[in-house]
């Protein structure tokens, strides 16, 4: 969204709707719908209003799960409202499932949703025709409400796109479209980097879905610049398009195709050097021929003089002699000037509707000239494929004493890369770390680590770039 304007929900912009721990990212359309589940709710009715609103859905008549949202104060809890007003009992010892438990049948629950029943009401009609809901203890009470709870919850809020929002909803729909990138590893990759605010950054990312270009672009302030360099004809932008990022902070982001960046980098870099030698060569050359250069310029400069007077002489007895003359003359002049004048302008303007140069090929322009004026300040390469010869090839673009910084998801490549570089003069402080994450569930006598996680979030191989004295010292 833009900078210092009011957060509001605005057509063709993203948010995130969250019900309960479950987030969704959404495009927002004027006549445009959406499911949460197995639910389509109208969101017709947010437009305009400002975000983290909190709405209930209401159930349209005649339809079976078809919802509208009215705007509410916040949300209420079913087991909070539901358990104060029930008895429990001591232990679950005398419990057994047996499916009999429920009075209520599938078809007469389905009724009640149909009929536009709140899901509060459904929960309490099935807490007073449980047979063992009283029975079991408090906790198992409150387990059960939980889970009925999640299956009837009927409040939606609707919140900000943050880039935390944004890699956890892509991590969760499926890791290996964002390279199994999680959070955790996403912060080591901005840190490892020291992603200033004013700095220019060097990026190469493919199959993350733009999810570290976003986060390195949310980062930049007025002066910052990443350059994103991608293998194919089109960047993957999905979490640059989901941040709502304003114009100016597009502007900080230029994205190139790498291939067709070194072929413009190396160009530039070759035009400097044959420039220069011409310089020498012209120099050299200019000393013998000085003398006879200076006799040449001191007789035109006479031949000038002379012309000048005869010219003026000449005008002064027109302009005595034939008054008449001159005016007819002047017109004429005039009307020559005018026809060359539009000749000129015709001529331009075939020149104007020339071909122009592809948008692709003036960013690559751009970026061209922004790390041959100034090298970059980090170096980020997020790669599925073997990272060795990108890494090589961004390298010399690279500011000496700033820091880079490989992703993979694999731990292979990066101990080839890392094996090589330790051979070379022009890298330091080189480290191969693993980004490792443990959940836990915080509550009141029921701390513990979740029972699900992922196994691994990554690879980083992390550096500080030098000057190469060896080299130097050569040429």
């Known amino acids: 969204m833009s900078e210092g304007s009011d957060e509001v929900v605005r057509v063709g912009e993203y948010i995130v709707l969250q019900r309960q721990s479950y987030t969704k990212l959404h ?16 969101i017709k009715s947010i437009i305009g209003k400002p975000l983290w609103t909190t709405y209930k859905m209401e159930p349209k008549k005649g339809s079976k799960r078809d919802f509208i949202l ?30 009999n438990s429920q009075q209520l049948s599938t078809e007469e629950i389905i009724s009640m949703r149909q009929e536009g029943m709140s899901g509060q009401d459904i929960v309490g009609q099935l807490v007073e025709n449980s047979k063992t809901f009283r029975d079991k203890t408090e906790y198992s009470q409150e387990k059960y409400l939980k889970k009925k709870e999640k299956k009837y919850f009927e409040y939606v809020t609707i919140r900000k796109p943050t880039i935390r929002l944004i890699a956890q909803i892509l991590y969760r729909q499926d890791s290996t479209k964002i390279m199994g990138l999680r959070m955790d590893t996403l912060s080591q990759i901005s840190t490892a980097a020291g992603v200033q605010s004013q ?34 004809n089109i960047p993957q932008k999905q979490a640059i398009l989901a941040m709502n990022f304003s114009e100016a902070q597009k502007s900080r982001l230029i994205s190139v195709n790498i291939h067709s960046l070194l072929r413009k980098l190396h160009q530039l870099k070759d035009s400097i050097v044959n420039t220069v030698s011409d310089k020498d060569n012209q120099s050299s050359t200019c000393n013998g021929d000085h003398v006879m250069s200076q006799n040449s310029s001191e007789s035109e400069q006479v031949v000038e003089v002379e012309m000048k007077l005869e010219k003026s002489v000449n005008i002064s007895t027109e302009s005595k002699n034939n008054n008449e003359e001159k005016v007819v003359n002047i ?15 015709k001529h331009s303007d075939v020149e104007d509707s020339g071909p122009k140069k592809p948008r692709w090929e003036l960013e690559t322009e751009r970026a061209a000239l922004i790390l041959k004026s100034q090298l970059a300040d980090g170096l980020i390469v997020v790669a599925k494929e073997h990272p060795r010869n990108i890494f090589l090839a961004l390298l010399e673009w690279v500011n000496p004493s700033r820091p880079f910084t490989v992703f ?27 980004s490792w994450l443990r959940t836990h569930q915080i509550l009141p006598n029921r701390t513990h680590p979740d029972i699900l996680m992922s196994g691994s979030g990554g690879y980083l191989l992390s550096g500080i770039v030098v000057r190469d004295t060896a080299v130097e010292t050569v040429d």
Do not use: W
């Open 331 to 345: 017109n004429e002049n005039e009307d020559v000037q005018n026809d060359t004048n539009d000749r000129k302008r």
């Open 27 to 42: 495009k927002v359309s004027d006549h445009g719908t959406v499911m949460l589940g197995k639910d389509q709710i109208d």
């Open 199 to 232: 700095g220019t950054y060097l990026l190469y990312e493919s199959g993350c879905q733009g999810l570290v270009a976003a986060a390195l672009v949310n980062s930049l302030d007025e002066g910052g610049c990443l350059v994103h360099t991608h293998a194919g």
């Open 408 to 434: 993979c998801l694999c731990r292979e490549p990066l101990m080839d890369l890392y094996v090589y570089l330790k051979s070379r003069n022009d890298v330091i402080a080189l480290r191969l770390t693993e």
């Open 70 to 99: 009215a705007e509410c104060d916040s949300a209420e809890s079913l087991a909070e409202q539901l358990i104060k007003a029930v008895s429990s009992g001591v232990d679950n010892r005398n419990i057994f499932d047996d499916g």
